[in-house]
């Protein structure tokens, strides 16, 4: 019987809606769960998976929801809310400075304002054109959204603006430089803007689950996953919606840490389509400098670097000029295929029994089938779609079977367009086949899968067993060799290591394809975190091409939610210090540009402000035991040599708060530790 | 009868008014305008560049050869038909606010020319600003910043940090050069390359373009 202090994490996935009770003293998953994610109403998802988990964990264990201290949601529901375009209505104004490029709202006005680099004004901001621009979008607006010229290095225009704004508009504001300190005026306006339009999304989702909590009783603190894999309370995810976008994969690493207890790993996750690849750093993933793209839209957004490779179970498998490649087209597998359509199997007997096996098909294989999907708007389709789609309505097929009820040569038939537009879907050959040949699975109709790969086989004039073999030797290296190409990606190299011709003899030699002469090894310094189904198929070998360990541990299915569950608070800006051209030293902080004669001065201030300031800001999202660390850098450059000079560029103040989310029934901040330089 | 060498020769020595004479000569003689440029002037201009790395030509008489080229260049530039020499690419270059120093830029500036490319001279004294402009304007593959003083060397630094602001920094390449600049600093500022002479700056911009 357990009866301490238990965390909820919930992860509301493209698929699946994981959920997970994990015991806080003992740190171990007491019971896990998954339902469906029902998109159109994520709660009604949330609820089913509730459910699941609390039938299993009263059989179990007695009842455990009362000890619920913590609940944590990992969500895709702001990425998404912004690939599809939904949310309020958003102002922008922009201050001294106008826009080229797409912004995510149709209210853009722009004021006389703005700073230079050095923080000074650059223009004073026009408060008569400020007061205009917001009458005129009164009542048309649900929030707005602020972007000052360099409001970074200085920002009390957009400081201005929001007090005149709250007054005059009464609708939530959302300065740029408050979610992010970095450079980019374009990108710091279109996530001011995103987070604007998120509000009312966000805000409706945390009363659902608010509600569905209440059913089962459960009223502890509800934090949520950013981006950067650590947590923030309800309110401040009310205001910074987006700080939640790609919080999915973030969450699944902060998942495997916990899972695994190591804090430096390259964590792999392989889903069917694609393969994210991320670093792991002191138990926190590394993070993407240049800020998320979401949507297409690039945001100053702190999120974890993620590499993803259009490699996965259900990767095509396919033939080009007699070389076997590797996705990165998701298709169903074949043995998917069969066994819901076993009339399937005779088709593809017959292609692998005659002389279709050996014509070339354009676009495609000749062992794939085609299956209608949906229902399609007939005006669009060329008379050639038209046909095939009736074919196809009364049952799938094997593209030479379509042919030949159409009475048309293979050739001509082109359905890419058709696969595209998700009318109709492909299946082909693929890994997850592969497994089944092979004997490691037998989910689904191991005959679909042997008869692809036998035709794939004397294709490359192998037999079946030798094909399967080279076939998932080859999937192992595309993953061995994509793990490097995302490493050398975290070293800052831009190089593609299965395009650069230089490289080529050596990641040939590195990945087994070739031991002419000489072998080369590599090495990797830290293990090998899987996750995702077929993990612990293809990843042995791959660790091994690596020469390192891996560790697929246990619950991996539901990293997400135990990543959500277990995350930390973390809070973390940078107050830069530089010499001032009027002599002195001039400190740009998140909240304030200020002079200062002296730099010892100027240092102090920024540390003890900076403190103060990170410690609220760390309550606020919902931390306890707050730890605190300053850490001063000293920026000097060499001169050339004859020069013989150093030159200070800057100083720079980091400051960071991590504490473990604040649980119900807790006294508000717990003890807090502060360390400096 | 004219010749490559004579040229050639002439520039290098940076005999202004033999440049002259010799172009006028060749302009006579029906010889391309292109060819002149390309198989007289910039041959040369390449050599000077070589010598004056290794030492054996200093910088005046490096300003004399380029300014004997420019001579000739006046005369040859208007029989160009439009789009005939294409320029390899467009270089923005100036020296940074606070800095009144051009000599090192100016030389530069001859040297990138010489190697085909078109420079948008700037002047002195830049505000970050100017550069911003200058970059939307002209839409260069690089901006080349010169510095010639420990106090001035931050405004570059700046004026990188602006171009990020204004979202040009990206598909831009960004060079800095003058006496105190090392390849320290070029890292630490963000910048894509630092040259520590004027030869080597034609042979980095050549580097960045083809990058």
Partial sequence: ???????????????????????????????????????????????????????????????????????????????????EGKGGEVGLLLLGHGIEGPVPTGHVMEVAGGHDIKGRE??????????????????QIDALAVSGYLSVRNPVHELMVRDEAERILNIPVVCAHQLTTALGFYERSVTAVLNARLLPTIAELLESVRKVLNIYGIEAPLMVV???????????????????????????????????????????????????????????PLINPEGAIVGGLLTRVNAARISTFGLGGDSELWLEKGKLKIGPQRVWPLCVAVSSYPHLLGELNRVFNSDRKTKEVSGGQPWDCYILLKQPDAKNLSPVEKQVIDVLRIAPHNIFTIASLLEKDVSLLVLK??????????????????????????????????????????????????????????VERRIAGS??????????????????????????????????????????????????????????????????????????????????????????FEILIRPSPEGGFIVHAPWERKDFMELIDAVDYAGSEGE?????????????????????????????????????VETRIEVMAVGRPRWKDENKGGQNYVDSW | MFSFEEIQSAVMAGDMAKVADLTRQAIEEKVEPAAIINEGYIPAMNVVGKRFKNGDMFVPEVLMAARSMNTGMELVKPLLVEGEVQAKGTVVLGTVKGDLHDIGKNLVGMMIESGGYDVIDLGIDLEPEKFVAA??????????????????????????????????????????????????????????????????ATELVEKLINA
């Fill in chain 1, 1 to 83: 019987m357990l009866n301490g202090n238990i965390a909820l994490g919930i992860d509301t996935g493209g698929t699946y809606t994981d959920g997970v009770l994990v015991d806080l003293f003992s740190q171990l998953v007491i019971t896990k769960g998954k339902a469906r994610t029902t998109h159109e109403n994520l709660t009604v998802g949330i609820n089913n998976c509730l459910e699941i988990l609390k039938n299993q964990s009263l059989r179990l264990h007695g009842e455990l929801f009362s000890n619920i201290k913590l609940v944590a949601l990992s969500t895709t529901l702001a990425t998404n809310a912004i690939v």
């Fill in chain 1, 122 to 139: 650059k223009q004073p901001l026009n408060l008569e054109g400020v007061r205009r621009a917001l009458l005129a979008m009164k009542g």
């Fill in chain 1, 226 to 284: 950013k981006g950067d894999g650590s947590l923030m309370s309800e309110n401040v995810t009310r205001e910074k919606p987006i700080e939640t976008i790609l919080s999915g994969p973030a969450a699944s690493i902060i998942g495997a840490t916990f899972l695994t207890g190591r804090k430096e790993a390259v964590v792999v996750d392989m889903g069917g389509t694609t393969t994210d690849v991320a670093s792991l750093e002191a138990g926190m």
């Fill in chain 1, 417 to 474: 367009s058709l696969v595209d537009r998700e009318i109709v879907a492909r299946a082909s050959l693929t890994p997850t086949d592969l497994l089944h040949v092979r004997g490691d699975y037998s989910q689904w109709d191991c005959r679909g899968a042997e008869v692809g790969a036998r035709i794939q086989a004397w294709r490359l004039k192998r037999d079946l067993d030798q094909f399967t073999d080279e076939a998932l030797k080859a």
């Fill in chain 1, 483 to 572: 793990l490097l190409q995302s490493l050398l990606n975290d070293s800052g190299s831009r190089m593609d290591i299965f395009k650069e011709a230089l490289l080529k003899p050596f990641i040939e030699r590195i990945l087994g394809i070739n031991t002419d002469q000489f072998q080369c090894m590599v090495k990797l310094d830290k293990p090998i975190i899987a996750i995702g189904a077929p993990v612990k198929n293809f990843m042995p070998r791959v660790a091994a091409l690596l020469n390192t360990e891996l560790i697929i541990p246990e619950h991996a299915e539901v990293a997400n939610a135990v990543g959500a569950a277990t995350g930390q608070v973390m809070e973390q």
């Fill in chain 1, 612 to 648: 103060k300031y990170i410690l609220n800001r760390a309550q606020k999202a919902g931390a306890a035991a707050v730890n605190v660390t300053v850490t001063r850098e000293d920026i000097y450059s060499n001169t050339a040599q004859k020069w013989d000079e150093e030159l200070f």
């Fill in chain 2, 135 to 200: 970059v939307k304007e002209n839409k260069p593959q690089i901006v080349g910043m010169s510095a010639l003083l420990t106090t001035t060397m931050l405004a570059m630094k700046e004026t990188i940090e602006l171009l990020k602001e204004e979202g040009l920094r990206d598909g831009l390449k960004v060079m800095i050069g003058g006496a105190p600049v090392s390849k320290e600093f070029s890292d630490e500022i963000g910048a894509d390359g630092y040259a520590p002479d004027a030869a080597s």
